[in-house]
């Protein structure tokens, strides 16, 4: 492969169940269109490293993208904004991505409506926050060992297309990443 033709894409994901869902969900189909794809979690990271490390990417044009939660705040656009100035000029709010509300709506929308889990997924997952996620999957998904066990357990079954389906901010975050169908 020359060159012209080899690219690398960052991922700076917040901590490592983010870091799992990238690396089993979105890497794999980012290969698809990259010769390189890297994942790095950037919550205990700080800021003028992280600016650095976009500056590196910049400089060998390199795509890079910051994928957060949306939490609480009540904008996703507010979101991307925050971090766009937080990381000025290295990163632009079109770099940020948004989990809505938070990764476990990520994971909760790639399960199929009949799983082993005897989970009841709800047809749209934007609501899915941690509490929402104990609910649905129980006390699996608040004992930390269980848990770690059933995501990766999630992730065996996740069904992308599904999760498009269910989760706009899947959506959007495929789109940006030109991985959406």
């Not at 870091?19 to 969900?25: G, L, P």
Request: charge should be positive; charged fraction near 25%.
């Amino acid at each position: 492969m020359n060159a012209t033709q080899w690219r690398r894409i960052a991922l700076f994901v917040e901590g490592e169940e983010d870091r799992a869902f990238a690396e089993r969900v979105l890497k794999p189909r980012l290969l698809q269109q990259y010769s390189e794809v890297r994942v790095h979690m950037h919550a205990q990271t700080p800021d003028e490293k992280l600016s650095s490390h976009f500056r590196s990417l910049q400089r060998m044009n390199s795509d890079y993208f910051l994928v957060v939660d949306k939490d609480r705040v009540p904008c996703i656009s507010e979101v991307r904004r925050v971090y766009a100035r937080r990381y000025q000029p290295q990163l632009g709010e079109r770099q940020v991505l948004v989990a809505c509300p938070m990764i476990e709506a990520w994971y909760t929308a790639g399960v199929p409506t009949q799983n082993l889990f005897k989970a009841s997924i709800p047809p749209t997952v934007e609501d899915v926050d941690k509490q929402a996620f104990a609910r649905i999957f129980g006390e699996r998904a608040q004992n930390l060992e269980e848990r770690i066990i059933l995501l990766q357990q999630i992730l065996d079954v996740y069904d992308w297309n599904l999760a498009l389906q269910r989760s706009e901010s899947i959506r959007y975050c495929a789109t940006r990443l030109g991985i959406a169908p």
